[in-house]
Each structure stands twice: as C-alpha cells, then as structure tokens.
Nanobody
Framework: QVRLVESGGGLAQPGGSLRLSCAAS????????MGWYRQAPGKAREFIAAISRSRESAYYADSGKGRFTISRDNAKKTVYLQMNSLKPEDTAAYYC?????????????????WGPGTQVTVSS
C-alpha cells in the first residue's frame, strides 16, 4: 500500500523549532522528488518546500526561506522539514507528498500521494 505518514507536529512557542518527518512506504521513495505543503483553516494549501530525488536541489517558498530546511534520507524512506524561528502564522496542518509529474515544484497538481498531515501550532 502506497502511504505517507507525517509526524513531529505539535505546539511550539514563537521563535521555537520543530522537526517534521514524513515516512514513506509502498513505493520506491528514492526515485521521487518530495514536497511539503501546509494548509491553515480557511486558506488554500500552500507550497512550503521540495527536494529533488537525489537531494541535489531544494526549493523553498518565500514564507520559509532562511527558516525552514528540507532534507531526505533515502535509506530510511523519510523526508524531513526542519522549522526554525517559528511564527504564529506558521500555524497550519503540514502535509508531505511525492512529486510524480514533471513541472514546477510549487504546483500541487504535480504531486500524487499525500499524507494525512500533522498539525503545527505556534503560540505563546
């Protein structure tokens, strides 16, 4: 069964850090680029970051540049999102997905399997 499962969300204070993980199963993880998105209540799903299949390239939305770092461990079939200097506006459900179509990394239509999400809340 093709599956992605996010973990690592929770409550963080402004300025704090969280590390999200996304574990893959049921497909050959290493041949797909992977991405992270988020969705806050009442808002559209938003691209956060993506990483190429061999880790040679990473892409970030302006909202996370300089604060978020995406990485992957193909041996563990896991992609990570390190989030530092968190802000209240980072509060959202965070999702990972595998990119199966060529095209822009920020385009959600190029991704196929999505995880159920993990909630991140940034509040004092």
């Amino acid at each position: 069964q093709v599956r992605l499962v996010e973990s690592g969300g929770g409550l963080a204070q402004p300025g704090g850090s969280l590390r999200l993980s996304c574990a893959a199963s049921g497909f050959i993880f290493s041949i797909y680029a992977m991405g992270w998105y988020r969705q806050a209540p009442g808002k559209a799903r938003e691209f956060i970051a993506a990483i190429s299949r061999s880790r040679e390239s990473a892409y970030y939305a302006d909202s996370g540049k300089g604060r978020f770092t995406i990485s992957r461990d193909n041996a563990k079939k896991t992609v990570y999102l390190q989030m530092n200097s968190l802000k209240p506006e980072d509060t959202a459900a965070y999702y990972c997905a595998n990119k199966i179509y060529a095209g822009e990394y920020w385009n959600a239509g190029n991704y196929h399997v999505w995880g159920p999400g993990t909630q991140v809340t940034v509040s004092s």
